[in-house]
Nanobody
Framework: QVRLVESGGGLVQPGGSLRLSCAPS????????MAWWRQGPGKPRELVAV???????DYAGFVKGRFTISRDNAKNTLYLEMNNLNPEDTAAYLC???????????WGDGTQVTVSS
Protein backbone atom coordinates (compact mmCIF):
# COMPACT_ATOMS: atom_id res chain seq x y z
CA GLN A 1 0.00 0.00 0.00
CA VAL A 2 1.36 3.41 -0.96
CA ARG A 3 2.16 5.77 1.90
CA LEU A 4 3.49 9.30 2.05
CA VAL A 5 6.95 9.66 3.53
CA GLU A 6 7.99 12.89 5.21
CA SER A 7 11.57 13.95 5.90
CA GLY A 8 13.54 16.97 7.06
CA GLY A 9 12.37 17.29 10.64
CA GLY A 10 14.69 17.69 13.58
CA LEU A 11 15.80 19.84 16.48
CA VAL A 12 16.35 23.52 15.77
CA GLN A 13 16.92 26.60 17.89
CA PRO A 14 14.37 29.43 18.01
CA GLY A 15 14.77 31.62 14.96
CA GLY A 16 16.14 28.72 12.92
CA SER A 17 14.93 27.13 9.71
CA LEU A 18 14.02 23.72 8.38
CA ARG A 19 12.84 22.35 5.06
CA LEU A 20 10.40 19.46 5.05
CA SER A 21 9.74 17.14 2.14
CA CYS A 22 6.99 14.64 1.41
CA ALA A 23 6.83 12.06 -1.35
CA PRO A 24 4.85 8.88 -2.00
CA SER A 25 6.45 5.48 -1.48
CA UNK A 26 5.11 4.30 -4.82
CA UNK A 27 2.98 5.23 -7.78
CA UNK A 28 -0.22 7.17 -7.12
CA UNK A 29 -2.87 8.83 -9.26
CA UNK A 30 -3.15 12.38 -10.45
CA UNK A 31 -2.66 14.65 -7.46
CA UNK A 32 -4.90 17.65 -6.97
CA UNK A 33 -4.30 19.34 -3.64
CA MET A 34 -1.41 18.80 -1.25
CA ALA A 35 -1.24 20.02 2.32
CA TRP A 36 0.83 20.13 5.48
CA TRP A 37 -0.80 19.56 8.85
CA ARG A 38 0.73 19.49 12.30
CA GLN A 39 -0.10 18.10 15.69
CA GLY A 40 1.63 19.38 18.79
CA PRO A 41 1.74 17.50 22.11
CA GLY A 42 -1.72 17.43 23.64
CA LYS A 43 -3.16 19.51 20.81
CA PRO A 44 -5.58 18.75 17.98
CA ARG A 45 -4.29 18.34 14.44
CA GLU A 46 -4.30 21.68 12.59
CA LEU A 47 -3.89 22.70 8.97
CA VAL A 48 -0.64 24.56 8.26
CA ALA A 49 -0.71 25.21 4.52
CA VAL A 50 -2.28 23.93 1.32
CA UNK A 51 -1.32 24.10 -2.36
CA UNK A 52 -3.63 23.23 -5.24
CA UNK A 53 -2.82 21.75 -8.64
CA UNK A 54 -2.59 25.23 -10.17
CA UNK A 55 -0.27 26.39 -7.36
CA UNK A 56 -2.80 28.41 -5.40
CA UNK A 57 -1.56 28.51 -1.81
CA ASP A 58 -3.14 29.29 1.52
CA TYR A 59 -1.68 29.42 5.00
CA ALA A 60 -2.83 29.31 8.58
CA GLY A 61 -2.52 32.68 10.24
CA PHE A 62 0.12 31.48 12.67
CA VAL A 63 2.61 30.70 9.85
CA LYS A 64 1.94 33.45 7.32
CA GLY A 65 5.13 35.20 6.34
CA ARG A 66 7.32 32.49 7.91
CA PHE A 67 6.48 29.27 6.03
CA THR A 68 6.35 28.60 2.29
CA ILE A 69 4.64 25.61 0.71
CA SER A 70 5.65 24.42 -2.75
CA ARG A 71 5.38 21.34 -4.94
CA ASP A 72 7.32 19.58 -7.68
CA ASN A 73 4.75 17.87 -9.88
CA ALA A 74 7.37 15.95 -11.86
CA LYS A 75 8.52 14.28 -8.64
CA ASN A 76 5.12 14.21 -6.87
CA THR A 77 6.91 15.92 -4.00
CA LEU A 78 5.68 18.49 -1.53
CA TYR A 79 7.88 20.89 0.41
CA LEU A 80 7.54 23.20 3.38
CA GLU A 81 10.17 25.83 3.96
CA MET A 82 9.97 26.98 7.58
CA ASN A 83 11.78 30.10 8.78
CA ASN A 84 11.91 32.00 12.05
CA LEU A 85 10.75 28.97 13.97
CA ASN A 86 9.56 29.37 17.54
CA PRO A 87 8.83 26.84 20.31
CA GLU A 88 5.10 26.94 19.50
CA ASP A 89 5.93 25.36 16.14
CA THR A 90 7.04 22.18 17.89
CA ALA A 91 4.89 19.39 16.50
CA ALA A 92 4.73 16.36 14.27
CA TYR A 93 4.27 17.61 10.72
CA LEU A 94 2.21 15.42 8.41
CA CYS A 95 1.50 15.70 4.71
CA UNK A 96 -1.71 14.87 2.93
CA UNK A 97 -2.34 14.33 -0.79
CA UNK A 98 -5.71 14.28 -2.49
CA UNK A 99 -5.82 12.40 -5.78
CA UNK A 100 -8.62 12.58 -8.34
CA UNK A 101 -8.03 9.51 -10.45
CA UNK A 102 -8.66 7.37 -8.54
CA UNK A 103 -10.13 9.52 -5.75
CA UNK A 104 -8.13 8.92 -2.60
CA UNK A 105 -6.64 10.66 0.41
CA UNK A 106 -3.09 9.77 1.43
CA TRP A 107 -1.48 10.65 4.75
CA GLY A 108 2.08 10.39 5.97
CA ASP A 109 3.11 9.29 9.44
CA GLY A 110 4.76 12.62 10.23
CA THR A 111 8.19 14.07 10.85
CA GLN A 112 8.97 15.61 14.23
CA VAL A 113 9.99 19.24 14.46
CA THR A 114 11.28 20.43 17.83
CA VAL A 115 12.15 24.06 18.42
CA SER A 116 14.15 24.54 21.59
CA SER A 117 17.23 26.28 22.89
Amino acid sequence: QVRLVESGGGLVQPGGSLRLSCAPSGSIGSISSMAWWRQGPGKPRELVAVITSNNYTDYAGFVKGRFTISRDNAKNTLYLEMNNLNPEDTAAYLCKFHTLTPPHLYWGDGTQVTVSS
